[in-house]
């Protein structure tokens, strides 16, 4: 079939800042609408390319839990078809090839996640399989009659039985102790790793029986079918003599029988990973990892690896962006993929035979996801700063929405209106940024402002709707959100440029964006607010012992002592590479690490965490909180959040994070009467 010419879109940055229409009656954020907007994700199309199935996920205040239920909306529009409820998550839907089956995970039958099965048909869905281990990914044959899944191999100390027994009411047994023996011993949402992987299976559909194809102490992840289906690409770090001391993940290939070595089809020192068959199955478009050197720093890019064996081709080598996702057009002459730039994520296509990178949709926009029909289809989950992710189809000259998931609720509420800005650090670097205004703002009035830092550090703040920019301008600050030195999207040598220099070219960043709105006369000098989480709390930390000009300051998931977070958080090798064994650089441990000038805290700082962080544990935290309430010249407050980890999921915890948020910058921001 003959692919559809697609269309490169661009978007005015008057169509991105303008705020949504209005109903005559609408109101100002509130913390409590962490409740109100749903979570699209994860479109797929069906093998027609007429239909999507996709995901909605909801808050749910009474349960104070998430559900996570499959969609499925017509490329014509109209309303969407609720697939499936309960309240276990459904995640993960793929269509079969021949159109009969949508399969996707769920737990809603035991502990472990499964596959079920939708007959298209109608009717309820049914389980498919019953591991004795979670399956975490699956992709379908193209003769649809079977599945290759990726399934954890089951833990010997793991009692817990998937359907569960008795009534409830025997006593819990006392756990065994845990033995540890991996490099990489913990993991953020995992928690302590134990001599379990995860394999590649390949699942009969008709018969129900499996046999596992990958093997050994290596996880496997990302499987993908050939055309012809005699060959599956996945993805696995099979450096020897141990994976853990590398992340030098590559793309492999191996026969869907019992007993085939894989065979590696990429060899490059970094992390490899997102491969997809051209449609003659003589090549896998796949994400070439940076040079180890660089670490997370470097940028990433589309290659080509032919599947009989050979040296790889690199696609977008010259683009210095992060990529992600890369899928052939239909006709094979093309790969669409995203890329990073400056503070937008588009969907590009760079041709196979070498080429320009050409943006397919761009514009002041973040594309998080699409997927690409047999005829040259394509949909896209997209988000821009007044719209949280939707799904639109590429059609024309423009996008054309087929999801309206949150509209009904933005129609009730004011949004703040958000606008770029770029401020020039001491150096000359020229800084990218977001100032989210209070709704209805009136220019030349100062506002009372906070600096809100993000996480990585190499990510970057985007166009995309941020639920966080919005609540706390509702409540009547400027949000100042800068991508300092470190960030993502603007090439390699900008992100790099903290190596082993944290809190030094990025604290420099930071500020120079808080000036610039000073100077332009919005932000309130007397009035400055600062936070982050994660790399965002660890500079929040670097803010307040290097200036007094914050009246408050909220450090979420933070480190102020480095030396803390060896062998505690889940970053050995990245700590190793970047900064050195602590023991054998410690003056550089200790000069990069603000809880040594704790005494030049003059900013009153509420610092949160997850009880379960493995990313920046807890303990750094509470080490910082400690220092500042011992020294006792400010204010503070430390908030722990049980039985979460690095990301705070639990919605009655979200909610309170916001709103203490808000009573804290509140506290020491507002004018007093």
Known sequence: MRATRLPRLTFSAAFLFSPLPLAAEVRVLVPDDVFSLKDVADPHLSPDGRQVAYTITRLDAKEDDSDTDVYLVSMAGGEPLRLTSGKKDDTSPRFSPNGEWIAF??????????????????????????????????????????????????????????????????KEKTPKPIVLRRLQFQRDGEGYLRDVRKHVHVFDVDKKTSIQVTSGPFDDSDPTWSPDGQAIAFVSNRTLPDPDRSQNADVFVVAPREGQAPRAVTTGPGADGSPWWSPDGKWITYVAGCDPKDLWYGATHVALAPFAGGASRPLTAALDRNVASPRFTSDGRAVLFLVEDRGNRHLARVPVAGGAVERVVGGERDVEAFDVGPAGEVVVLESSVQQPPEISAVAGSGLVRLTRANDGFLKTVALGRVERLQATSPDGTVVDGFLTLPPGHAPGRRLPAILR????????????????????????????????????????????????????????????????????GTADPDRLGVGGWSYGGILTDVVITKTARFKAAVAGAS??????????????????????????????????????????????????????????????????????????????????????????????????????????YDRFLRLKD
Request: glycine share 8%; aromatic share 12%.
């Open 453 to 520: 830092i993000h996480g990585g550090p190499a990510d970057q703040f985007s166009t995309a709707f941020d639920l966080e920019w919005q609540v706390l301008a509702a409540g009547g600050y400027a949000v100042i959100a800068a991508n300092p030195r470190g960030s993502t999207g603007r090439g390699t040598a900008y992100s790099r440029a903290i190596w082993a220099d944290w809190g030094n070219k990025d604290f420099q960043d930071v500020m120079a964006a808080v000036d610039h709105v000073v100077a332009a």
């Open 559 to 664: 480190m102020a002592n480095h030396l803390a977070g060896y062998g505690t958080d889940h970053y050995q090798y990245e700590w190793e590479l970047e900064l050195g064994l602590p023991w054998k650089a410690r003056d550089l441990w200790i000069r990069l690490s603000p809880f040594f000038d704790v005494e030049n805290v003059q900013t009153p700082t509420l610092f949160l965490c997850g009880a379960s962080d493995v990313n920046v544990p807890l303990l750094a935290t509470e080490q910082m909180y400690q220092a500042v309430r011992r020294v006792g010249r400010v204010a503070t407050e430390l908030v722990v959040y049980p039985d979460q980890w690095h990301s705070i999921e639990t919605p009655s915890y979200r909610k309170d994070r916001y709103e203490r948020y808000l009573a804290w």
């Open 105 to 170: 995970l769920s737990e809603r039958e035991g502990k472990k996640k499964q596959v079920y099965l939708l007959n298209r048909r109608g009717g309820e869905a049914v389980k498919l399989t019953s591991f004795g281990a979670d399956v975490s990914d699956l992709d379908w044959s193209p003769d649809s009659k079977s599945l290759a899944l990726v399934v954890s191999d089951v833990d010997p100390d793991d009692e817990e039985e998937d359907e569960g027994k008795g009534s409830g009411k025997e």
